[in-house]
């Protein structure tokens, strides 16, 4: 693990300068703790080294960029489908074009909302991202923690007819936001949770999802086309006996994107599926870091992301699997892949594994290539043009990633969404 | 229909002379069979018709009607209509068999200016010839050639040489790897194929695959040329004699 030799209280004063720390309300111990943490971890630079691939510093510095709002013609997520929407606006909940937050089996309520005394939310805020500090430290997690304006306490008690949609619009090109998602599935709860839209300039977030026994939690995200985004989102998961927990994102454009998922596996016989695909053109740079810690017996996790990069855009997987003493008859498998598209395009990949049970199997691979040369001809001498057969091939490597998402319409809007940047970003 | 004349091909990569004149005519409605020996350069005859990278013409022409085939690009050959059946179809995951055929058969409609065909005409359409094939719907909705046993390979070429309907087919050793039955089977559906508008190009090292697609002219190919051609009763020679006495004749 690696030694931090110095904080960077200066960077991390900065930052904070201007935010406000809600004083009053049931998160306001939980908020001045996160506080507490960040100063004590002090803000990400580039000696670090879980920042080693990718320079944190837009996502540190004291003001967001600026970045132009692009026209949302892509539609949400399972558009027109049976789902409860809740709609973010430059990062506030917008009650106007959002349906009523009432659904069976959910409760559902906001950050926001301090009148409301939350007691489920109070014992979950921030006690999963706290635990997700520990081997490596993710002070952006704590940032959010502290300063999250807005965000969604989600309750399930039930199984719910259909998924909670949220949606993010951009009004502002400056707007900085900070967005934080307490879940909690109750046992035998399930839940589809959908992400999508352009959320800010800058993004950061935290989704803690406490998935209790027998609980299932499928989450499927969209980045999309807001090409000078940036963003630096954490989904803090634990996982008790017999859940299952799955989650997809896609994404496409976007200057900087720093996805991290935090998993632990604290009951028998839990399943955890992480994928990702995404697709980047030129001044993209795009992170997965995933970290799945096993500590009970005959849990299963999977991680699968695909990257399709060209035109100089970057790809980097930060990818671990911790099996802890005792957590025997542990599946773990990870991949990690990247399909370059032309030369001037890199992957970084840093694949782990830290095993201390002895009955376990733990597979991981890692590559990176071009189109296969023979694929191609083979296609194209059945008069399918060079371009298109690239696309086909393109989707055929994506598809191991898609593959994870379990709803067949949603793997449809996905498979399209891909489709359509391709027709969009011609080589 | 096909014409090529006195064709030499060499490796980009390298400074090998591969073919050195080639000269062959093939007429509609006939096919013509080449044999010969390993390295005679037969695969790289279909290779170089077909479009693909890596070789480079240094001298000849070759033609499919008035279509100058070393000019344009695999998927215009394609769809000017040239088929290759490969000697090692190739595994894609992650594409459907059923999508790539759909994709490549509009492709070609498209480039031809023809209307596209619908999904249910398209179901129709391949389901019957898949049946002929013994290509069962299973093999058809996994991805292309992944999985897929030496012989459902070959029969999947034919299919899709079915389904696009070619005026000039090449058969690369399309009867290695199979066992008898799968022999029967795959040249039932070429024999299927034969029309008068249709030519083909069989590239085999036995007869037995002439025992059932009867070709109208044998060519035997050596060291990168047309060396001998004859009726069906030369590939009954090399049969009985090998390749030894007629390259002897030659040399």
Partial sequence: ??????????????????????????????????????????????????????????LVQATAATAEVVNNDEAPLMDGQPC??????DGVFDADASDDLALEGVE????????????WAQSLHGTLETAGQTPVARPLAALVTAYATDGLLIRVTGNPSKPVNVIYNRTSDNADVMLHHVIKLEQGASLTLLESGPAAARLGTVMEVDVADTAAFHHVRTQGRDHQRVAATHVFARLGTESTFKSFTLTANGKLTRNECVLELTGDDAVAHVAGACVGDGDFHHDDTVFVTHDAVNCESRQVFKKVLRNGATGVFQGKILVKAGAQKTDGYQISQSLLLDGDSQFLAKPELEIYADDVACSHGSTSGAIDEEAL????????????????????????????????DLRADIETRMSGWLERHRS | MLKINNLHV??????????????????????????????????????VLAGRPGYEVTEGTAHL?????????????????????????????????????????????????????????????????????????DMLKRPVNVGFSGGEKKRNEILQMAMLEPKMCILDETDSGLDVDAMKLVSEGVNALRDEGRGFLVITHYQRLLDHIKPDVVHIMADGRIIKTGGPELALEVENNGYADILSEVV
């Fill in chain 1, 84 to 89: 409860l929407r809740a709609v973010f606006v």
């Fill in chain 1, 377 to 408: 001809f083979y296609l194209r001498s059945r008069g399918v043009p060079e371009e298109a057969a690239t696309n086909l091939l393109t989707l055929a490597f994506l598809a191991e990633a898609v593959q994870e998402i379990e709803n067949e």
């Fill in chain 1, 1 to 58: 693990m690696a030694v931090k030799k110095q904080i960077n209280t200066a960077e991390t004063e900065a930052r904070i300068d201007t935010l406000t720390l809600p004083q009053a309300g049931w998160s306001a111990a939980s908020r001045a703790d996160a506080q507490a943490r960040l100063r004590a971890m002090g803000m990400p630079g580039r000696r670090d080294e879980y920042w080693k691939f990718t320079r944190p510093d837009a």
């Fill in chain 1, 108 to 119: 559902i309520s906001r950050l926001a909302d301090t009148s409301a005394d939350i007691h």
């Fill in chain 2, 10 to 47: 060499q490796l980009e990569e390298e400074d090998k002379q591969i073919l050195k004149g080639v000269n062959l005519e093939v007429e509609p409605g006939k096919v013509h069979a080449i044999m010969g020996p390993n390295g005679s350069g037969k695969s790289t005859l279909s290779y």
């Fill in chain 2, 65 to 137: 009607g008035d279509v100058d085939l070393l000019d344009i690009e695999p998927e215009e050959r394609a769809a000017a209509g040239l088929f290759l059946a490969f000697q090692y179809p190739v595994e894609i995951p992650g594409v459907g068999n059923m999508t790539f055929l759909r994709t490549a058969v509009n492709a070609q409609r498209k480039a031809r200016g023809e209307e596209e065909m619908s999904a249910a005409e398209f179901l129709k359409v391949i389901r019957e010839k898949a049946k002929t094939l013994k290509i069962d719907a």
